[in-house]
C-alpha cells in the first residue's frame, strides 16, 4: 500500500518562502502524477499544482502560478512545493495525493492516496 508522507509546514510571516515536501513510500502502477491540494478552515480542499512523473510536466491553479514551483526528484519518489511570497490566504493544510491515469488532474477526483497534510500558516 502506498503512504504518502508531508512535511515542512511551518508558520512564516507574509512575504516569506517556504519548501514543502511529498514522499511516496511506493508508486503504484495506476498513478502517473503527483499532485499538491490545500484546504483552509471552512473552505473546500483546493487543487494548487500537480507534476507528471515520467515528463516532469506541470500543471498550476492560477492563484499559484508565478509564486508556486513544484518540482520532483524521481530517485528519492519525493516531490516538492516551493511556496514564495507568501500571503495570509496561502494558510491552509497542504495535501499531497497520487493522480490516477486518465482522472482529471484539477480535481479531487483524480487522485487516490492522500497525505495527512502538513499545517502552514502565513503571518500578516
Known amino acids: 500500500q502506498v503512504q504518502l508522507v508531508e512535511s515542512g509546514g511551518e508558520l512564516v510571516q507574509t512575504g516569506g518562502s517556504l519548501r514543502v515536501s511529498c514522499t511516496a513510500s511506493?508508486?503504484?502502477?495506476?498513478?502517473?502524477?503527483l499532485g499538491w491540494f490545500r484546504q483552509a478552515p471552512g473552505k473546500e480542499r483546493e487543487f494548487v499544482a500537480a507534476?507528471?512523473?515520467?515528463?516532469?510536466?506541470?500543471f498550476y491553479e492560477d492563484y499559484a502560478k508565478g509564486r508556486f514551483t513544484i518540482s520532483r526528484d524521481n530517485a528519492k519518489n519525493t516531490v516538492y512545493l516551493q511556496m514564495n511570497s507568501l500571503k495570509p490566504e496561502d494558510t491552509a493544510v497542504y495535501y499531497c495525493?497520487?493522480?490516477?491515469?486518465?482522472?482529471?488532474?484539477?480535481?479531487?477526483?483524480?487522485?487516490?492516496?492522500w497525505g495527512q497534510g502538513t499545517q502552514v500558516t502565513v503571518s500578516s
Open positions: 507534476i507528471m512523473w515520467n515528463d516532469g510536466v506541470t
Open positions: 495525493a497520487g493522480h490516477i491515469s486518465r482522472r482529471p488532474i484539477y480535481s479531487t477526483y483524480g487522485y487516490d492516496y
Open positions: 511506493g508508486r503504484p502502477s495506476s498513478t502517473d502524477a
